[in-house]
């Protein structure tokens, strides 16, 4: 079992910066590859960012690619979303999740595939 708990959401203006984090407990982090998904009011679920279990590979959706930075510390167990250049439409729950190994942009934007999430957090963007 892997537990994934997410912080660092809030509310910011249109233009400015967040940085999520992602703590995880139970199993040895290196052997995840993790993703951020997001999900806006009466939307669905949606990718947003993952990297793969040592770092060596991440992969962006477009709507956030050149604002977004996913990095991962495996010594902290901790997986970092950085946000820049916010806009409204990125107000969402941001969620953390967990598969083991994995890569690919095809397969890591997939939800279905991860096996472990978190509660998620809430970041609004105010215009």
């Known amino acids: 079992q892997v537990q994934l708990v997410e912080s660092g959401g809030g509310l910011v203006q249109s233009g400015g910066s967040l940085r999520l984090s992602c703590a995880t407990s139970?199993?040895?982090?290196?052997?995840?590859?993790m993703g951020w998904f997001r999900q806006a009011p009466g939307k669905e679920r949606d990718f947003a960012a993952a990297?793969?279990?040592?770092?060596?590979?991440?992969y962006y959706a477009d709507a956030v690619k050149g604002r977004f930075t996913i990095s991962r510390d495996n010594a902290k167990n901790t997986v970092y979303l950085q946000m820049t250049s916010l806009k409204p439409e990125d107000t969402a729950v941001y969620y953390c999740?967990?598969?083991?190994?994995?890569?690919?942009?095809?397969?890591?934007?997939?939800?279905?595939?991860?096996?472990?999430w978190g509660q998620g957090t809430q970041v609004t963007v105010s215009s």
């Open positions: 990297v793969t279990w040592n770092g060596g590979f991440v």
């Open positions: 999740a967990a598969v083991q190994y994995g890569s690919g942009y095809d397969y890591l934007s997939r939800r279905g595939v991860y096996d472990y």
């Open positions: 139970g199993r040895t982090l290196s052997d995840y590859a």
